[in-house]
């Protein structure tokens, strides 16, 4: 079975600042995307950046990166110049394409507060 | 496109009582997603749908949860009879070949309190 975890139940940065939060996932699968879902108060789930496990190259959207390590499978967010707006629960989620299609495999979330 | 759109946004209720939740998916998307979350379980997934059809519905608790698809913009997610340890947010969520299916564009939820 797939499972995702994320370590860092609540991290704080202060803005303008740099911030990593931590997922790694077990899988014995040679073929998945993961992904990096924000949850503002707001509640709506945003996808912020996605990863395909065959592609080696590192997914970057703006200020959002990640640090994709396949062999450790380790799937790290980098949150650069952090802003006010950054505020949110983050949510690491692993997929396995084909098979039962839409089950995103949730981590437990890492709640980040950025601090003016 | 106005997205995902849920509703109820809150609904509150008496144990017992039954409880619909409804979801307009993206037009154009064919795949429907329902997800329950909460803070012991996280983020789950009950039943999803591909063009109207439910294809998976191994998430569904029991059988007082029951999901339907009349057509393609337009989905229901039903508790009867609901009971304390329904509550949660329910999301909804829906994608289509052209974005990649596994790009999931989610609503803003439903926070269902039973009491």
């Known amino acids: 079975a797939q499972t995702v975890t994320q370590s860092q139940p609540e991290m704080s940065v202060q803005e303008a600042e740099t911030v990593t939060l931590s997922c790694t996932y077990d899988?014995?699968?040679?073929?998945?995307?993961l992904f990096w879902y924000k949850q503002p108060p707001s509640r709506q789930m945003i996808l912020v950046i996605r990863q395909e496990a065959y592609k080696q190259q590192n997914a970057t959207e703006n200020r959002f990166s990640v640090n994709f390590q396949k062999a450790a499978k380790s799937f790290s967010l980098k949150i650069s110049d952090s802003q006010l707006g950054d505020t949110a629960m983050y949510f690491c989620a692993f997929m396995v394409p084909g098979g039962s299609q839409g089950n995103l495999i949730f981590g437990k979330g890492t709640k980040l507060s950025v601090k003016p | 496109d106005a997205g995902v759109i849920q509703s109820p946004r809150h609904e509150v209720t008496e144990m017992g009582q039954e409880v619909t939740l409804r979801c307009k998916p993206i037009?154009?998307?064919?795949?429907l997603f329902w997800y329950r979350q909460t803070m012991m379980r996280g983020l789950e997934l009950l039943i999803y749908f591909n063009n109207n059809v439910p294809i998976d519905d191994s998430g569904m608790p029991e059988d007082r949860f029951s999901a339907k698809m009349p057509n393609a913009s337009f989905s229901t997610l039903k508790i009867q009879p609901s009971e304390p340890r329904d509550s949660a947010v329910y999301f909804c969520?829906?994608?289509?070949?052209?974005?990649?299916?596994?790009?999931?564009?989610f609503g803003s939820g439903t926070q269902l309190s039973v009491l």
């Open positions: 969520a829906s994608s289509s070949p052209g974005t990649g299916y596994e790009k999931l564009f």
């Open positions: 899988t014995s699968e040679s073929n998945y995307y």
């Open positions: 037009s154009g998307h064919n795949s």
